[in-house]
């Protein structure tokens, strides 16, 4: 069995298939469709979900060592769900104790049944970073894969789409997956954009066999950071109606798209929305076929948003503006030895200041009184939740904590046209992309946010910074050992914004999405199977893809 490095490395188009671990399907089925695919020759490699759609699935983990057992090759899913560093420092060295050394790291959906428990201690670029460290530090040969979207249409969405694949990049991650989409001009987006600045990680394109329910339920943004296009839902509804309930004209877009990826110049594909092995195969085949006149194929596969954002195209949004909080904090940033400087430098002035933190430090009244004053001057203008690790400086003054994810590292890929996947609000990433462009910074948002220390929570984010105590840009700390602790830095039942859109509120986002769209089939009308292709579930077989974190 030649390991997925190895296929990688030989240049040659694979394919990736995706196996949904969920605890919809039963194990036996999925082992059986792994046995299935392992004599199919051209994939390098089954991947398995875990928490797909952000439901409950089965242990990735154990079906990845039952699959391989298949003679297949498994590519474990692993996300951030959930799940502190300690929990996932185990996982990791149980992966790597059972030799099972794909590992595709995501940020992950938000957990729908168990919406209490949404615990997000790290985000997927520490995750990356981290088993990258464990990588360099045992010799284990970790493959990492790492997932970006291009297929987001709102400007700041999309760029930090691009930034955020950067910094997974320079992480350590080997190769990319794309989400779903079905738009060639954003895939040629995100090779262009790669190619123009020398990064030649391979990246798989996301193609995935689109039922006409699966589609009507993307059009409403559901599962998180999928989506499908007015037209394509129209095609898909006019296609539906053969005598095969639209089978063959589904297959047929899968192999146009995979011939289209290869014309392009991508790694590889990974199929998704069929675990039928003939219909895998009948794909790879065909897509041969279409291979060389994959330039004619290229507009049949322009389902994007008409008024969206595409980074080669003129884009008629005005640059944004520089407003006055950015201004000024930046402007003592650069005069001032301040806790928000992007460069901590030594100066008779911190020294200072730290001199009169530490006599504060050591009077537990005063400080206690300092961590007040802090928390809420901070608490008005940012929304601080007091995690003690302030980083504010280089998220463009807006607080991670905010985020619902507690993302550090820029946005998941669960955005919906630049909204928030969890609740009914703006993603918190555009503002900070926002005001990066505005101030012509947007390389500053590539620097690498490592987990706060979240023993920290609660006190004086400015003492830790001077006494350096903090876990900040350029001051990691290593605390996988030790845990994370629960990811938030207020309880899910006392955060006023995740109590207004009400648990489950990852439902009541999709709802409100659902409401304002006109025309969609809406999310609980679409959650049955596909009727022909036999596993068109949206929430299943999109798996992880849309958690692109
Ligand atoms: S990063 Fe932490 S300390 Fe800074 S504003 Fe946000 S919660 Fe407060």
Known sequence: MKSLAERVQSGQFLYMTELVASGLKREAQVLEIASKLAVIPEIAAGSITSYAGGQLGQDSIRVGTAVRARGLVPNVHLTCVSQDRKTIGKTLVALQALEMHNIFSISGDWPKAAVKTAVFDIDSVQLVEHIADMRARTGTPFFISAAVSPFKYQREDCLYQYVKLEKKIAAGANMAITQVGWDATKFVELKKYLDERGIKTPVLGNVYVLSRRAAERMNTGNPPGCWASDELVAVLRKESEAPDGGLQGRLERAAKSVAILKGIGYAGAYLGGTHDARQVTWIIRRAEELAPKWEELFE??????????????????????????????????????????????????????????????????????????????????????????????????????????????????????????????????????????????????????????????????????????????????????????????????????????????????????????????????????????????????????????
């Open 300 to 549: 049949e596969l322009q389902f994007g948003k008409k008024d969206g954002f595409y980074l080669y195209k003129r884009d008629t949004q005005p640059k944004p503006t520089r407003t006055f909080l950015p201004m000024a904090l930046d402007t003592a940033g650069k005069a001032l030895p301040v806790p928000w400087a992007k460069k901590v430098t030594d100066s008779p002035m911190r020294r200072a200041i730290q001199g009169v933190f530490r006599w504060l430090d050591r009077r537990p009244l005063l400080s206690h009184w300092f961590e007040r004053f802090e928390y809420h001057s901070k608490k008005e203008i940012f929304g601080c939740q007091n995690c003690g690790n302030c980083v504010l400086g280089h998220m463009e003054y807006v607080c991670p904590q905010t985020c619902p994810k507690q993302m550090r590292n820029g946005p998941c890929g669960g955005t919906f046209h630049g909204a928030c996947e969890v609740i009914d609000q703006e993603c918190i990433w555009v503002k900070v992309m926002e005001r990066a462009e505005a101030s012509s910074t947007i390389d500053q948002l590539k620097v690498y946010v490592p987990p706060p220390d979240r023993r920290l929570t609660g006190t004086a984010s400015w003492l830790n910074f001077y006494l350096g105590r903090d876990s900040r840009p350029g001051r990691p700390k290593d605390l996988w050992k030790a845990g994370g602790g629960p990811g938030r830095t207020v309880a899910i039942d006392e955060d006023e914004k995740l109590k207004t859109a009400g648990p489950p509120a990852a439902d009541k986002a999709a709802a409100a999405r659902a409401a304002k769209a006109p025309g969609a089939g809406g999310p609980g009308k679409a959650s049955g199977p596909g009727k022909a292709s036999g596993a068109g579930q949206a929430g299943e077989a999109s798996g992880g893809m849309r958690q692109a974190g």
